[in-house]
Nanobody, 116 residues
């Protein structure tokens, strides 16, 4: 059984930085894409960033230039470096892995709060 375990969330002041990690445990092969999503209270879950096996990346306009997604295929881990954080970035952040066969897995979520 596959589990995604996230870490790195927390409370940070505006302008600060956090680094999220998401590691897969269990047997998972052919990971096509790794992504980060977030959901703020009373809002729909939205894509933050995605990275494919070929290192193609895509970001939401609201985080371009501030967030960087990266992956370590050997460790089955995806990272999200978040700089210049704003209160609007406050949300629960979820990772998602998608495989070549079309299966997908979600992490349990990690809270990020940006507040002074």
């Amino acid at each position: 059984q596959v589990h995604l375990v996230e870490s790195g969330g927390g409370l940070v002041q505006p302008g600060g930085s956090l680094r999220l990690s998401c590691a897969a445990s269990g047997s998972i092969a052919g990971i096509r894409a790794m992504g980060w999503f977030r959901q703020a209270p009373e809002k729909q879950r939205e894509l933050v960033a995605v990275i494919t096996g070929g290192a193609y990346t895509n970001y939401a306009d609201s985080v371009k230039g501030r967030f960087t997604i990266s992956r370590d295929n050997a460790l089955k881990t995806v990272y999200l470096q978040m700089n210049s954080l704003k209160p609007a970035d406050t949300a629960v952040y979820y990772c998602k892995f998608t495989t070549d066969s079309g299966s997908y897995y979600w992490g349990q979520g990690t809270q990020v709060t940006v507040s002074s």
